[in-house]
Structure formats: structure tokens, C-alpha cells
């Protein structure tokens, strides 16, 4: 393993840290990414590691390090507030990923959710093989931050989630932190530690090159199952669009 290097980002007015520790970082996973899963395929190539220091502040459109993942939606861009990712209509799901990879690191991000029943405010790290880990917010709950956790994919069970107490997440920003290490992994609320999970913990644990994501999409749309609107905190009403992730 080589040494870590750090990764400084600025997303959606909001920064994120992320510690790269590898150069050259193998293929591992993808829940709703298309890249090429190594666990169903031999073929898979190399994914390009992160292995320098960066800093964004997606004042203009053009960046090397982040592409647009799903268009539908609005993306806009200020050199004021950053980006910002808006909901106007049923089935739009704007959304950003990194162009690189890291595998463990610090990833830090101050964002302001949106507002709107069932809507659901996104920032995650996520494998080519499905690995995840997550930070998200519901547009009607004016006080928590949701964390979880997937390994290899594994949903037979749905009880990984943990509610974090807060201020407002969509009434002014916040810094959100995720510290990815080979022996454990921690999620931070404006610099406050709020739940840490052992690698050696029985529900398995994330341990491959992760890509960084961030977007907003209506968990509460009728076509999801009942289970996943129940989640989300209650059905979309979409004639409250536009919803807005900053």
C-alpha cells in the first residue's frame, strides 16, 4: 500500500476531503454504476486512482475530475454557491461522479439538503461491486442525517441505517465527513462523530476503490415499492418541485 494522499474537493458549495491511498487502483464495485463488476466478470480493467490533491469549487461547468451521471434534471453551477442539482419533475434525477477512484480516505462535504416529502439528498461512495457507504438526507425531515453501509451489494437485509440528530439539513449548509480506513470507517457531522463501524463488524465491510457520487431523487415516487416511500419519509407531491440539492 502506498502512502495516503489527501483529496480536498468542493462540492455543491460544500467541501470534501478524501484520502487516496493507492496510485493505481484495481476495479470493485457498482450498485447503480455501469462500470464492469469484477465479482461477474475477469475482464474488468484497471480504474484510475485519484494519487494527487485536488480542489473544486464547480464555480464553471468544465471539470477533469467529475462528470454529469444522470442529466435528467437541472444542473447549474455559480461561483457563489457552487453546484446545485434540481428535481423539477417526476423521473428527474440529476446527479454528479467522480472520474476517479479512491480506496480508503477522507471525504468531506458541506451541502444543504432539499426540501420536499419523499425527496432524498445523496452524497456516497460507491464500488463496482457494489460496495457503498452513505450519507443522506429526507426533504421532510428537518433534524436527521442517515448513514449505512453495503458490502458486495448484500440487501438481504435492511438494518444497517443509522439516524443521526441535527440541525436543519436544508436550512443552511453543513460539513459532513466520511474517514475511510483498512480497520474501520467513521461518519462526522460538522466535526462531531456520530457512529463508527469496525471492519470487523458481522454485516460485512466496504474494502474496495470507491467512486464519489452525489444527486437528489424522489424516493417517494408511487412507482417505488411501498417499503422504499415509507423510507423516504412519505409520497412525492411533485406540484412542490422544483427541489433543490446544494
Known sequence: MLPSTLLSSLLMAYTAI???STSTATA???????????????SCSADPALGTTISLDFAEEESDYFSVYHSTGEIDYSSDDGISLTLNKRFDNPSMVSNFYIMFGKVEVLL?????????????????DLDEIDCEWFGGDASQMQSNFFSKGDTTTYDRGGYHDMADPRSDYHNYTLDWTEDGLTWYIDGNAVRTLASDNSEGYPQSPMRVFFGIWAGGDSSNAEGTIQW??????????PFTIR
Open 18 to 20: 478524501a484520502t487516496d
Open 112 to 128: 444543504k439538503a432539499a426540501y420536499g416529502t419523499g425527496i432524498v439528498s445523496s452524497f456516497y461512495l460507491q464500488s463496482d
Open 28 to 42: 470493485s464495485s457498482a450498485s447503480s454504476s455501469d462500470s464492469c463488476n469484477p465479482l461477474k466478470s475477469s
Open 232 to 241: 423516504a419519509g412519505g409520497s412525492t407531491d411533485y406540484s412542490d418541485a
